[in-house]
């Protein structure tokens, strides 16, 4: 089935420091969704992203819209120790499906 | 808290039983979705409904049904059980139109032996 790439599948990183992770598709999608997942929880809305080349910021968090509409990705910066979970890329399709990526998973040294 | 609830949180069951799974939609959302989310994967659409009735379905077997209510919660049923079907099922629910918010339940957990 269809499927969304994400990478990289877990990153280790000290706390202060910049996390990019990014999301590719071989479709295009007109929607493009950023998730976390804490332990036990479901999946967050962080982003919403709806048109090619947007970039969109919610705090600490900067997303983009890829201008081919296959692409995106996520930064975060300055992390901190609350932002370890599952990160999930998704992309919204006809009808209100979506289509998620593997997931990336951040772990935050203090 | 996102003002979904899944219910129950947990569940064991043993290959070839059949499970329901209860979802209660946000106060004023009418679509809920249903999600299956292996370990280590992410979550992947099962089906939707709106006004009681399926509104799409993903990759999944017959075996795997559904309903919606009139008050808009939902169950998920999944008959003749089998190892694989073990996983988080999620709903998540939203406004009709308004897929790009998506508000998950936490989940419950189905272990099949």
């Known amino acids: 089935g269809q499927q969304l790439n994400q990478s990289p599948q877990s990153m280790f990183i000290q706390e202060g420091e910049d996390v990019s992770m990014n999301c590719t598709s071989s479709?295009?999608?007109?929607?493009w969704l950023w998730y976390k997942q804490d332990p036990g929880e479901g999946p967050v809305l962080l982003i919403a992203?709806?048109?090619?080349?947007e970039l969109t910021s919610n705090g600490r968090l900067t997303a983009q819209f890829g201008i081919t509409r296959k692409d995106s990705f996520l930064n975060i910066s300055a992390s901190i120790p609350s932002d370890v979970g599952i990160y999930f890329c998704?992309?919204?399709?006809?009808?209100?499906?979506?289509?998620f990526g593997q997931g990336t998973e951040l772990s935050v040294k203090p | 808290e996102t003002g979904v609830t899944q219910s129950p949180t947990h569940l064991i069951k043993t290959r070839g039983q059949q499970v329901t799974l209860r979802c209660s939609s946000q106060?004023?959302?009418?679509?809920v979705s249903w999600y299956q989310q292996a370990l280590g994967q992410g979550p992947q659409f099962i089906f939707q409904y709106y006004r009681e009735e399926e509104n799409g379905r993903g990759n999944f077997p017959p075996r795997f049904s559904g309903l919606q209510f009139p008050n808009y919660s939902s169950e998920l049923n999944v008959n003749a059980l089998e190892l694989d079907d073990s996983a988080l099922y999620l709903c998540?629910?939203?406004?009709?139109?308004?897929?790009?918010?998506?508000?998950f339940g936490p989940g419950t957990r189905l272990l099949v032996l």
């Open positions: 992203l709806y048109k090619a080349g």
């Open positions: 479709s295009i999608f007109n929607t």
């Open positions: 106060s004023g959302h009418n679509t």
């Open positions: 998540a629910s939203s406004l009709a139109g308004y897929g790009e918010t998506q508000y």
């Open positions: 998704a992309g919204l399709k006809e009808g209100g499906k979506l289509i």
